[in-house]
């Protein structure tokens, strides 16, 4: 997930590689890509999914909640977040993809602050996610204003009244 993804499947490849040979300058040994799980529905409360490169990964991440469920996500993971991860494996690096449960419509900040809880907490820093708590804050009460929009909406009744 990000700003940029390689625009055909070769330029995917190329840009993964060119981001494994500069970890690997840099003796990396793990490797955490981060993104959105989209559901199509509204979480109020976003869990965190996981995939791993090895099953020792799968059982550390379980101790900081990531959640790991057989077959999903359903799709895969696309892009470089899941090329990362395989292709890392090819040069010796370990992989974990964190991804936050979101509606997949919206940009989801409080999805964001989910993954981002959890990161810290693994590599054991702190990090200031109050911009994050806020735009939460603004993303939901836009979402509830499109709600009540939409309530309002089916509420009305239809003027079937003729002129003419």
Do not use: H, W
Not at 62 to 75: C, Q, S, Y
Not at 101 to 111: A, I, M
């Amino acid at each position: 997930t990000g700003d940029y993804q390689g625009l055909s499947s070769s330029g995917q490849y190329e840009l993964t590689d060119a981001i494994l040979k500069i970890a690997e300058d840099f003796n990396v040994k793990q490797i955490f890509t981060l993104g959105g799980y989209g559901l199509g529905k509204d979480i109020q409360k976003p869990r965190v999914l996981g995939a791993a490169t090895s099953k020792k990964l799968v059982t550390r991440m379980k101790t900081f909640g990531v959640l790991f469920k057989e077959n999903e996500p359903g799709g895969g993971i696309i892009g470089a977040s899941g090329l990362l991860l395989g292709i890392g494996k090819l040069y010796g690096m370990e992989g974990v993809c964190l991804m936050g449960e979101t509606p997949g419509y919206l940009v989801d900040p409080k999805s964001a602050k989910a993954v981002l809880k959890i990161l810290a907490s693994i590599l054991n820093m702190e990090i200031d996610l109050s911009e994050l708590e806020m735009k939460a804050k603004e993303i939901e009460s836009i979402a509830q204003q499109l709600r009540d929009l939409e309530q309002m909406a089916r509420e009305k009744p239809e003027d079937l009244q003729y002129i003419g």
